[in-house]
Protein backbone atom coordinates (compact mmCIF):
# COMPACT_ATOMS: atom_id res chain seq x y z
CA UNK A 1 0.00 0.00 0.00
CA UNK A 2 1.02 3.57 -0.53
CA UNK A 3 1.98 5.60 2.14
CA UNK A 4 2.13 9.12 1.71
CA UNK A 5 2.57 10.83 4.85
CA UNK A 6 6.02 12.45 5.02
CA UNK A 7 8.59 11.07 6.89
CA UNK A 8 12.53 12.28 7.00
CA UNK A 9 13.51 10.01 9.85
CA UNK A 10 17.22 10.04 10.32
CA UNK A 11 19.00 7.43 8.90
CA UNK A 12 19.93 4.77 11.21
CA UNK A 13 23.50 4.31 9.42
CA UNK A 14 24.13 8.26 9.43
CA UNK A 15 22.65 8.10 13.25
CA UNK A 16 25.20 5.47 14.10
CA UNK A 17 28.43 6.82 11.80
CA UNK A 18 27.85 10.22 13.53
CA UNK A 19 29.20 11.15 17.22
CA UNK A 20 27.66 14.13 17.18
CA UNK A 21 24.41 15.23 17.43
CA UNK A 22 22.86 16.69 14.05
CA UNK A 23 22.18 20.46 13.67
CA UNK A 24 18.59 21.17 12.02
CA UNK A 25 20.20 21.32 8.54
CA UNK A 26 22.88 18.59 9.16
CA UNK A 27 25.92 20.19 10.23
CA UNK A 28 27.56 18.87 13.32
CA UNK A 29 27.46 20.64 16.48
CA UNK A 30 30.55 20.41 18.76
CA UNK A 31 31.16 17.30 20.83
CA UNK A 32 31.74 19.29 23.71
CA UNK A 33 28.38 20.50 23.38
CA UNK A 34 25.85 19.21 25.76
CA UNK A 35 22.82 17.28 24.05
CA UNK A 36 20.07 19.30 23.28
CA UNK A 37 17.15 18.78 25.25
CA UNK A 38 14.19 18.04 23.56
CA UNK A 39 11.91 20.99 23.31
CA UNK A 40 8.43 21.53 21.54
CA UNK A 41 8.94 21.15 18.64
CA UNK A 42 11.46 18.25 18.58
CA UNK A 43 7.97 16.32 19.92
CA UNK A 44 6.20 17.35 16.90
CA UNK A 45 8.83 17.37 13.99
CA UNK A 46 11.53 15.27 12.94
CA UNK A 47 14.91 16.48 12.52
CA UNK A 48 15.72 16.54 9.66
CA UNK A 49 18.72 14.74 8.24
CA UNK A 50 20.71 15.88 4.96
CA UNK A 51 21.00 13.02 2.77
CA UNK A 52 24.26 12.38 1.02
CA UNK A 53 23.66 10.26 -2.57
CA UNK A 54 26.21 8.54 -3.04
CA UNK A 55 27.19 7.90 -6.81
CA UNK A 56 26.11 5.30 -8.72
CA UNK A 57 26.11 3.83 -12.30
CA UNK A 58 23.35 1.70 -14.22
CA UNK A 59 20.46 1.91 -16.68
CA UNK A 60 18.42 4.40 -14.85
CA UNK A 61 21.39 6.79 -14.32
CA UNK A 62 22.07 6.54 -17.90
CA UNK A 63 18.54 7.17 -18.80
CA UNK A 64 18.54 10.67 -16.46
CA UNK A 65 22.19 11.64 -17.67
CA UNK A 66 20.21 11.59 -21.14
CA UNK A 67 17.35 13.62 -20.45
CA UNK A 68 19.54 15.92 -18.12
CA UNK A 69 21.48 16.64 -21.35
CA UNK A 70 18.32 16.80 -23.25
CA UNK A 71 16.10 18.75 -21.10
CA UNK A 72 18.94 21.61 -20.61
CA UNK A 73 20.12 21.63 -24.14
CA UNK A 74 16.63 22.14 -25.01
CA UNK A 75 16.20 24.71 -21.96
CA UNK A 76 19.73 26.72 -22.77
CA UNK A 77 19.79 26.48 -26.81
CA UNK A 78 16.06 26.87 -27.52
CA UNK A 79 16.48 30.83 -27.05
CA UNK A 80 19.29 31.02 -29.83
CA UNK A 81 16.71 28.97 -32.28
CA UNK A 82 15.81 31.52 -34.95
CA UNK A 83 12.77 31.57 -37.50
CA UNK A 84 12.19 34.08 -40.14
CA UNK A 85 8.57 35.53 -40.07
CA UNK A 86 9.12 38.57 -42.60
CA UNK A 87 10.38 42.01 -42.16
CA UNK A 88 9.69 43.86 -39.45
CA UNK A 89 8.36 40.62 -37.42
CA UNK A 90 10.90 38.95 -34.48
CA UNK A 91 12.91 35.89 -35.98
CA UNK A 92 13.32 34.20 -32.90
CA UNK A 93 11.82 30.75 -32.60
CA UNK A 94 9.83 31.01 -29.24
CA UNK A 95 9.60 33.99 -27.75
CA UNK A 96 7.00 35.72 -25.57
CA UNK A 97 7.08 39.50 -26.19
CA UNK A 98 5.27 41.14 -23.40
CA UNK A 99 5.73 44.87 -24.97
CA UNK A 100 3.86 43.52 -28.12
CA UNK A 101 1.88 41.13 -26.42
CA UNK A 102 2.24 38.59 -28.91
CA UNK A 103 3.55 34.48 -27.83
CA UNK A 104 5.64 32.93 -30.99
CA UNK A 105 6.55 29.49 -31.48
CA UNK A 106 7.93 28.79 -34.41
CA UNK A 107 5.10 29.18 -37.03
CA UNK A 108 2.48 29.85 -34.38
CA UNK A 109 1.63 33.27 -33.51
CA UNK A 110 -0.46 34.00 -30.63
CA UNK A 111 -2.30 37.37 -30.06
CA UNK A 112 -3.59 38.75 -26.52
CA UNK A 113 -7.16 37.33 -27.51
CA UNK A 114 -6.15 33.89 -28.36
CA UNK A 115 -4.83 33.55 -25.04
CA UNK A 116 -7.32 30.03 -24.77
CA UNK A 117 -4.67 28.52 -26.97
CA UNK A 118 -2.10 28.62 -24.00
CA UNK A 119 -4.99 27.11 -21.56
CA UNK A 120 -5.39 24.69 -24.15
CA UNK A 121 -1.74 23.36 -23.86
CA UNK A 122 -1.71 23.88 -20.23
CA UNK A 123 -4.84 21.21 -20.11
CA UNK A 124 -2.72 18.91 -23.20
CA UNK A 125 0.17 19.05 -20.89
CA UNK A 126 -1.80 17.75 -17.55
CA UNK A 127 -3.55 14.77 -19.69
CA UNK A 128 -0.28 13.71 -20.42
CA UNK A 129 1.33 13.85 -17.06
CA UNK A 130 -1.63 12.06 -15.85
CA UNK A 131 -1.95 9.35 -18.23
CA UNK A 132 1.98 8.97 -18.21
CA UNK A 133 2.13 8.70 -14.01
CA UNK A 134 -0.99 6.32 -14.58
CA UNK A 135 1.10 4.26 -16.72
CA UNK A 136 5.01 4.71 -15.73
CA UNK A 137 4.12 5.52 -12.22
CA UNK A 138 6.22 9.31 -11.05
CA UNK A 139 8.33 9.77 -14.37
CA UNK A 140 7.79 13.37 -14.69
CA UNK A 141 9.08 13.59 -11.08
CA UNK A 142 11.88 11.37 -11.57
CA UNK A 143 13.44 12.45 -14.92
CA UNK A 144 12.27 15.41 -16.43
CA UNK A 145 10.61 17.91 -13.23
CA UNK A 146 13.08 21.18 -13.13
CA UNK A 147 13.49 20.42 -9.58
CA UNK A 148 14.81 16.62 -10.21
CA UNK A 149 17.15 18.03 -13.16
CA UNK A 150 18.72 21.00 -11.36
CA UNK A 151 19.19 19.17 -8.32
CA UNK A 152 20.78 16.35 -10.32
CA UNK A 153 23.46 18.33 -11.97
CA UNK A 154 23.91 20.71 -8.35
CA UNK A 155 24.83 16.89 -6.47
CA UNK A 156 26.80 16.17 -9.30
CA UNK A 157 28.54 19.41 -9.34
CA UNK A 158 28.78 18.65 -5.52
CA UNK A 159 30.68 15.44 -5.66
CA UNK A 160 33.06 16.36 -8.10
CA UNK A 161 34.22 18.92 -6.00
CA UNK A 162 33.57 17.90 -2.25
CA UNK A 163 34.02 14.09 -3.12
CA UNK A 164 31.05 11.27 -3.20
CA UNK A 165 29.20 10.30 -0.12
CA UNK A 166 31.59 9.77 2.54
CA UNK A 167 34.08 12.27 1.76
CA UNK A 168 31.04 14.76 1.89
CA UNK A 169 29.79 13.50 5.18
CA UNK A 170 33.37 13.86 6.81
CA UNK A 171 33.65 17.19 4.95
CA UNK A 172 30.41 18.28 6.79
CA UNK A 173 31.98 17.15 9.93
CA UNK A 174 35.03 18.78 9.53
CA UNK A 175 36.23 21.76 11.27
CA UNK A 176 36.53 24.69 9.37
CA UNK A 177 39.63 24.78 7.76
CA UNK A 178 41.37 26.88 4.59
CA UNK A 179 41.13 23.73 2.47
CA UNK A 180 37.26 23.17 3.63
CA UNK A 181 36.82 26.82 2.97
CA UNK A 182 38.05 26.89 -0.26
CA UNK A 183 35.92 23.94 -1.46
CA UNK A 184 32.60 25.05 0.04
CA UNK A 185 33.21 28.63 -2.21
CA UNK A 186 34.32 27.20 -5.10
CA UNK A 187 30.90 24.80 -4.83
CA UNK A 188 28.42 27.87 -4.09
CA UNK A 189 30.28 29.93 -6.60
CA UNK A 190 29.62 26.95 -9.69
CA UNK A 191 26.12 26.76 -8.20
CA UNK A 192 25.67 30.47 -8.70
CA UNK A 193 27.34 30.10 -12.22
CA UNK A 194 24.65 27.90 -13.05
CA UNK A 195 22.08 30.22 -11.75
CA UNK A 196 23.43 32.46 -13.79
CA UNK A 197 22.89 30.65 -16.57
CA UNK A 198 19.35 29.49 -15.88
CA UNK A 199 18.49 33.00 -15.09
CA UNK A 200 19.54 34.55 -18.15
CA UNK A 201 17.80 31.46 -20.38
CA UNK A 202 14.63 32.65 -18.73
CA UNK A 203 15.00 36.02 -19.49
CA UNK A 204 15.63 35.21 -23.32
CA UNK A 205 12.67 33.93 -23.55
CA UNK A 206 10.75 37.22 -22.95
CA UNK A 207 13.31 39.00 -24.87
CA UNK A 208 15.88 38.70 -28.37
CA UNK A 209 18.37 35.82 -26.74
CA UNK A 210 21.48 37.53 -28.45
CA UNK A 211 20.41 41.26 -27.95
CA UNK A 212 19.99 40.09 -23.72
CA UNK A 213 22.98 38.91 -23.94
CA UNK A 214 24.68 42.19 -24.62
CA UNK A 215 22.79 43.79 -22.35
CA UNK A 216 23.55 41.60 -19.54
CA UNK A 217 27.05 41.71 -20.46
CA UNK A 218 26.68 45.42 -20.31
CA UNK A 219 25.13 46.13 -17.57
CA UNK A 220 22.59 47.96 -19.37
CA UNK A 221 19.71 45.68 -19.51
CA UNK A 222 16.14 47.00 -17.97
CA UNK A 223 14.96 46.56 -14.59
CA UNK A 224 12.35 43.72 -15.73
CA UNK A 225 14.90 42.15 -17.31
CA UNK A 226 17.18 42.24 -14.55
CA UNK A 227 14.65 41.87 -11.63
CA UNK A 228 13.72 38.28 -13.74
CA UNK A 229 17.42 37.43 -14.52
CA UNK A 230 18.50 37.95 -10.92
CA UNK A 231 14.88 35.80 -9.34
CA UNK A 232 15.32 33.33 -11.69
CA UNK A 233 19.48 32.94 -10.60
CA UNK A 234 18.38 33.03 -6.79
CA UNK A 235 15.47 30.82 -7.19
CA UNK A 236 17.70 27.87 -8.87
CA UNK A 237 20.64 28.47 -6.24
CA UNK A 238 18.23 28.07 -3.26
CA UNK A 239 15.83 25.63 -4.84
CA UNK A 240 18.78 23.05 -6.28
CA UNK A 241 21.27 23.91 -3.96
CA UNK A 242 19.98 23.71 -0.42
CA UNK A 243 16.08 22.75 -0.63
CA UNK A 244 16.35 20.01 -2.70
CA UNK A 245 14.65 16.99 -1.84
CA UNK A 246 12.51 18.87 0.60
CA UNK A 247 10.74 20.87 -2.69
CA UNK A 248 9.42 17.50 -3.54
CA UNK A 249 8.67 16.31 -0.20
CA UNK A 250 7.01 19.56 1.49
CA UNK A 251 6.59 21.99 -1.70
CA UNK A 252 5.68 20.31 -4.70
CA UNK A 253 1.75 19.85 -5.12
CA UNK A 254 1.92 17.23 -7.15
CA UNK A 255 3.30 14.46 -5.13
CA UNK A 256 0.43 14.54 -3.07
CA UNK A 257 -2.23 14.17 -5.26
CA UNK A 258 -0.25 11.77 -7.77
CA UNK A 259 -1.34 8.55 -5.24
CA UNK A 260 -4.87 8.68 -7.24
CA UNK A 261 -3.35 8.35 -10.72
CA UNK A 262 -1.88 5.38 -9.75
CA UNK A 263 -3.05 1.86 -9.31
CA UNK A 264 -1.84 -1.72 -8.83
CA UNK A 265 -1.04 -1.85 -12.70
CA UNK A 266 1.10 1.37 -12.57
CA UNK A 267 4.77 0.96 -12.77
CA UNK A 268 6.24 2.02 -9.95
CA UNK A 269 9.27 1.58 -7.71
CA UNK A 270 9.23 -1.87 -5.32
CA UNK A 271 11.52 -4.02 -3.39
CA UNK A 272 10.41 -7.67 -3.61
CA UNK A 273 10.25 -8.28 0.37
CA UNK A 274 9.19 -11.99 -0.72
CA UNK A 275 12.27 -12.49 -1.98
CA UNK A 276 14.70 -10.17 0.08
CA UNK A 277 13.22 -11.26 3.84
CA UNK A 278 14.35 -11.70 6.06
CA UNK A 279 17.33 -9.92 5.16
CA UNK A 280 21.09 -10.29 6.93
CA UNK A 281 24.46 -9.06 5.96
CA UNK A 282 26.60 -11.55 4.18
CA UNK A 283 29.17 -13.15 5.83
CA UNK A 284 32.71 -13.52 4.74
CA UNK A 285 32.83 -16.07 1.90
CA UNK A 286 29.31 -16.85 2.43
CA UNK A 287 27.60 -17.83 -1.30
CA UNK A 288 24.74 -20.23 0.52
CA UNK A 289 21.60 -18.15 0.47
CA UNK A 290 19.09 -20.99 1.35
CA UNK A 291 17.07 -19.91 4.39
CA UNK A 292 17.60 -16.33 4.29
CA UNK A 293 16.40 -13.54 1.93
CA UNK A 294 18.33 -12.09 -1.20
CA UNK A 295 19.07 -8.62 0.54
CA UNK A 296 22.34 -8.53 2.19
CA UNK A 297 21.22 -5.05 4.28
CA UNK A 298 23.90 -3.47 2.58
CA UNK A 299 22.00 -0.02 2.69
CA UNK A 300 23.41 0.95 -0.69
CA UNK A 301 19.96 1.20 -2.27
CA UNK A 302 19.55 3.96 0.57
CA UNK A 303 22.78 5.95 -0.21
CA UNK A 304 22.16 6.63 -3.25
CA UNK A 305 18.55 7.94 -2.69
CA UNK A 306 18.10 11.62 -3.35
CA UNK A 307 15.83 11.49 -0.91
CA UNK A 308 17.17 10.09 1.46
CA UNK A 309 14.45 7.09 2.09
CA UNK A 310 14.43 3.58 2.38
CA UNK A 311 12.07 1.96 -0.18
CA UNK A 312 12.77 -1.46 1.37
CA UNK A 313 9.90 0.04 4.18
CA UNK A 314 7.11 0.09 0.53
CA UNK A 315 6.34 2.90 -1.54
CA UNK A 316 6.57 5.94 0.05
CA UNK A 317 5.42 9.78 -1.08
CA UNK A 318 9.53 11.29 -0.82
CA UNK A 319 10.51 8.39 -3.91
CA UNK A 320 10.25 10.30 -6.72
CA UNK A 321 11.25 7.52 -9.32
CA UNK A 322 14.18 7.84 -10.27
CA UNK A 323 15.38 4.40 -10.27
CA UNK A 324 18.63 4.80 -8.83
CA UNK A 325 18.22 2.59 -6.27
CA UNK A 326 17.38 -0.34 -8.85
CA UNK A 327 20.87 0.26 -9.73
CA UNK A 328 22.82 -0.29 -6.81
CA UNK A 329 20.97 -3.15 -5.79
CA UNK A 330 21.55 -4.62 -9.44
CA UNK A 331 25.06 -3.99 -8.88
CA UNK A 332 24.88 -5.88 -5.22
CA UNK A 333 22.93 -8.47 -6.77
CA UNK A 334 25.94 -9.28 -9.04
CA UNK A 335 28.65 -9.30 -6.74
CA UNK A 336 26.74 -11.94 -5.23
CA UNK A 337 25.62 -13.52 -8.17
CA UNK A 338 22.22 -13.30 -7.65
CA UNK A 339 19.20 -12.48 -9.90
CA UNK A 340 18.87 -9.37 -10.77
CA UNK A 341 15.76 -6.86 -9.73
CA UNK A 342 14.95 -6.91 -6.09
CA UNK A 343 14.59 -3.32 -6.46
CA UNK A 344 12.83 -3.21 -9.40
CA UNK A 345 10.59 -1.02 -11.77
CA UNK A 346 7.27 -2.85 -11.62
CA UNK A 347 4.16 -2.84 -10.64
CA UNK A 348 2.48 -4.12 -7.57
CA UNK A 349 0.16 -6.67 -9.51
CA UNK A 350 3.08 -8.59 -11.39
CA UNK A 351 4.79 -7.87 -8.18
CA UNK A 352 2.34 -9.81 -6.51
CA UNK A 353 1.96 -12.64 -8.98
CA UNK A 354 5.76 -12.86 -9.24
CA UNK A 355 5.85 -13.79 -5.52
CA UNK A 356 2.39 -16.25 -5.80
CA UNK A 357 4.67 -18.26 -8.27
CA UNK A 358 1.46 -17.65 -10.83
CA UNK A 359 1.19 -15.65 -14.00
CA UNK A 360 0.66 -12.56 -14.48
CA UNK A 361 1.78 -9.48 -16.01
CA UNK A 362 1.01 -5.25 -16.27
CA UNK A 363 -1.76 -4.37 -18.26
CA UNK A 364 -0.88 -0.93 -19.68
CA UNK A 365 -4.39 -1.34 -21.41
CA UNK A 366 -6.91 -0.54 -19.08
CA UNK A 367 -9.84 1.67 -18.65
CA UNK A 368 -7.87 4.88 -16.70
CA UNK A 369 -5.70 4.50 -19.80
CA UNK A 370 -8.13 4.52 -22.32
CA UNK A 371 -10.31 7.53 -20.85
CA UNK A 372 -6.91 9.51 -20.67
CA UNK A 373 -5.77 8.53 -24.53
CA UNK A 374 -9.27 9.64 -25.14
CA UNK A 375 -9.57 12.73 -23.72
CA UNK A 376 -6.22 13.94 -25.30
CA UNK A 377 -7.30 12.74 -28.13
CA UNK A 378 -10.36 15.05 -28.00
CA UNK A 379 -8.97 17.88 -26.68
CA UNK A 380 -5.94 17.57 -28.48
CA UNK A 381 -8.22 17.34 -31.86
CA UNK A 382 -9.76 20.55 -31.18
CA UNK A 383 -7.03 22.27 -30.47
CA UNK A 384 -5.37 21.24 -33.41
CA UNK A 385 -8.05 21.83 -35.81
CA UNK A 386 -8.75 25.43 -33.95
CA UNK A 387 -5.55 26.57 -34.84
CA UNK A 388 -5.27 25.35 -38.43
CA UNK A 389 -8.76 26.96 -39.19
CA UNK A 390 -8.49 30.01 -36.33
CA UNK A 391 -9.59 33.75 -38.17
CA UNK A 392 -6.64 36.26 -38.85
CA UNK A 393 -9.24 38.82 -39.14
CA UNK A 394 -11.40 40.20 -35.94
CA UNK A 395 -13.58 42.60 -35.98
CA UNK A 396 -15.31 44.42 -32.80
CA UNK A 397 -17.88 47.22 -31.82
CA UNK A 398 -18.33 49.81 -29.37
CA UNK A 399 -21.78 51.60 -29.71
CA UNK A 400 -21.66 55.54 -29.15
CA UNK A 401 -23.66 55.98 -25.40
CA UNK A 402 -23.94 59.36 -25.09
CA UNK A 403 -26.17 60.00 -26.67
CA UNK A 404 -27.45 56.68 -28.25
CA UNK A 405 -28.61 58.35 -30.87
CA UNK A 406 -28.78 62.15 -32.59
CA UNK A 407 -31.88 63.50 -35.19
CA UNK A 408 -30.24 65.65 -38.26
CA UNK A 409 -32.41 68.42 -39.64
CA UNK A 410 -33.85 66.30 -42.58
CA UNK A 411 -35.41 64.15 -39.89
CA UNK A 412 -33.19 61.77 -40.52
CA UNK A 413 -31.19 59.47 -37.62
CA UNK A 414 -27.97 58.89 -36.95
CA UNK A 415 -25.76 56.60 -34.65
CA UNK A 416 -22.19 56.49 -34.05
CA UNK A 417 -19.65 53.62 -33.31
CA UNK A 418 -16.25 52.66 -32.59
CA UNK A 419 -15.37 50.04 -34.57
CA UNK A 420 -11.96 47.94 -33.71
CA UNK A 421 -10.61 46.10 -36.70
CA UNK A 422 -7.81 43.02 -36.18
CA UNK A 423 -5.83 42.23 -38.79
CA UNK A 424 -2.77 39.19 -37.65
CA UNK A 425 -1.56 39.11 -41.10
CA UNK A 426 1.59 40.47 -41.99
CA UNK A 427 0.34 42.91 -44.97
CA UNK A 428 -1.74 45.80 -45.26
CA UNK A 429 -5.25 44.79 -45.97
CA UNK A 430 -8.10 46.54 -48.10
CA UNK A 431 -11.58 45.65 -46.23
CA UNK A 432 -14.76 46.16 -48.04
CA UNK A 433 -17.19 47.19 -45.20
CA UNK A 434 -20.84 46.13 -45.13
CA UNK A 435 -24.49 46.69 -42.58
CA UNK A 436 -27.25 43.85 -42.45
CA UNK A 437 -30.28 44.42 -40.92
CA UNK A 438 -30.77 48.25 -41.81
CA UNK A 439 -30.01 50.21 -45.22
CA UNK A 440 -28.61 53.36 -44.26
CA UNK A 441 -28.82 55.99 -46.61
CA UNK A 442 -25.17 57.27 -45.42
CA UNK A 443 -22.54 54.69 -44.10
CA UNK A 444 -19.36 57.25 -42.76
CA UNK A 445 -15.64 56.00 -41.95
CA UNK A 446 -13.74 58.66 -40.64
CA UNK A 447 -10.75 59.10 -42.77
CA UNK A 448 -11.65 55.93 -44.91
CA UNK A 449 -13.83 56.11 -48.45
CA UNK A 450 -17.21 55.46 -48.49
CA UNK A 451 -19.98 56.24 -51.08
CA UNK A 452 -23.36 55.77 -49.96
CA UNK A 453 -23.88 52.65 -47.71
CA UNK A 454 -20.76 51.20 -49.20
CA UNK A 455 -17.17 51.88 -47.69
CA UNK A 456 -13.85 50.66 -47.81
CA UNK A 457 -11.39 50.43 -44.83
CA UNK A 458 -7.59 50.04 -44.63
CA UNK A 459 -5.90 47.89 -41.81
CA UNK A 460 -2.33 48.21 -41.42
CA UNK A 461 -0.66 45.16 -40.95
CA UNK A 462 0.20 42.74 -38.08
CA UNK A 463 -2.27 45.73 -36.04
CA UNK A 464 -5.56 46.52 -34.31
CA UNK A 465 -7.22 49.07 -35.66
CA UNK A 466 -9.52 51.49 -34.68
CA UNK A 467 -12.23 53.93 -36.44
CA UNK A 468 -15.25 56.45 -35.56
CA UNK A 469 -18.05 54.90 -37.95
CA UNK A 470 -21.42 57.01 -38.47
CA UNK A 471 -24.58 55.38 -39.34
CA UNK A 472 -27.44 57.43 -41.16
CA UNK A 473 -30.64 56.35 -41.84
CA UNK A 474 -33.59 58.53 -43.41
CA UNK A 475 -36.89 59.59 -41.58
CA UNK A 476 -39.32 56.60 -42.98
CA UNK A 477 -36.51 54.06 -42.45
CA UNK A 478 -35.95 54.87 -38.77
CA UNK A 479 -36.89 51.64 -36.61
CA UNK A 480 -39.14 52.26 -33.25
CA UNK A 481 -37.01 51.78 -30.17
CA UNK A 482 -34.05 50.00 -31.70
CA UNK A 483 -33.36 47.27 -34.48
CA UNK A 484 -30.07 44.34 -34.29
CA UNK A 485 -27.37 44.90 -36.88
CA UNK A 486 -24.58 43.28 -38.04
CA UNK A 487 -21.26 44.65 -39.29
CA UNK A 488 -19.03 42.95 -41.60
CA UNK A 489 -15.70 43.58 -42.94
CA UNK A 490 -14.44 41.51 -46.02
CA UNK A 491 -10.90 40.85 -47.36
CA UNK A 492 -12.03 40.25 -50.88
CA UNK A 493 -8.68 38.90 -51.33
CA UNK A 494 -8.35 36.30 -49.34
CA UNK A 495 -11.99 35.82 -48.99
CA UNK A 496 -11.67 36.30 -45.17
CA UNK A 497 -14.48 38.30 -43.16
CA UNK A 498 -15.22 38.93 -39.82
CA UNK A 499 -18.87 40.06 -38.34
CA UNK A 500 -20.27 42.00 -35.03
CA UNK A 501 -23.38 42.25 -33.70
CA UNK A 502 -25.14 45.70 -32.54
CA UNK A 503 -27.74 47.69 -32.76
CA UNK A 504 -29.32 50.65 -34.37
CA UNK A 505 -31.19 52.83 -32.09
CA UNK A 506 -33.89 55.00 -33.01
CA UNK A 507 -36.47 57.09 -30.81
CA UNK A 508 -39.53 55.40 -28.88
CA UNK A 509 -42.23 56.03 -30.09
S1 LIG B 1 13.64 5.10 -3.31
FE1 LIG B 1 14.77 4.67 -5.20
S2 LIG B 1 13.45 5.41 -6.84
FE2 LIG B 1 12.69 6.28 -4.93
S3 LIG B 1 13.68 8.28 -4.83
FE3 LIG B 1 14.97 6.86 -3.68
S4 LIG B 1 16.46 6.12 -5.18
FE4 LIG B 1 14.83 7.10 -6.34
S1 LIG C 1 20.84 -2.46 -2.12
FE1 LIG C 1 19.63 -4.33 -2.30
S2 LIG C 1 20.74 -5.76 -1.02
FE2 LIG C 1 21.49 -3.77 -0.41
S3 LIG C 1 20.12 -3.15 1.25
FE3 LIG C 1 19.19 -2.36 -0.61
S4 LIG C 1 17.74 -3.95 -1.18
FE4 LIG C 1 19.16 -4.90 0.27
Known amino acids: MTDLSPRRLPDPEEAAKLSTPLTSRGAMTSSAQPPKKAGFADGLYARYVKPYPRLVSGTFRRFKWITLFVLLGIYYLAPFLRWDRGPGAPDQAILIDMPARRAYFFFIEIWPQEVYYLTGILIVAAIVLFAATSLFGRVWCGFA????????????????????????????????????????????????????????????????????????????????????????????YIMAGWAREQAC???????????????EDSLIITYEAWRGEPRAPV?????????????????????????????????QLECINC??????????????????????????????????????????????????????????????????TRDRLGLNVIHERSPLFVRLSDGSVRNSYTLKTLNMLRQERRLEFAVEGIAPSQVTIVGQEAEGARAKLVVGADRVGEFRLFLTLPADRVPKGSAPITLRITDPQTGEEARARDIFAGPER
Open 249 to 263: IYMCPYARFQGAMLD
Open 283 to 315: AKGQTDFAGRGHCVDCRACVQVCPTGIDIRKGS
Open 323 to 388: GLCVDACNAVMDRFKLPRGLIRYDSIAAQAARAAKRPGKTRFLRPRTFIYALVLAAVGGVMIASLA
Open 145 to 236: CFQTVWTDLFLWVEAKIEGDRTARMQLDRAPWTVAKLGKKIVKHLTFILIGFFTGGAWVMYFNDAPTVIGELATFSAGPWTTTFFFLFTFTT
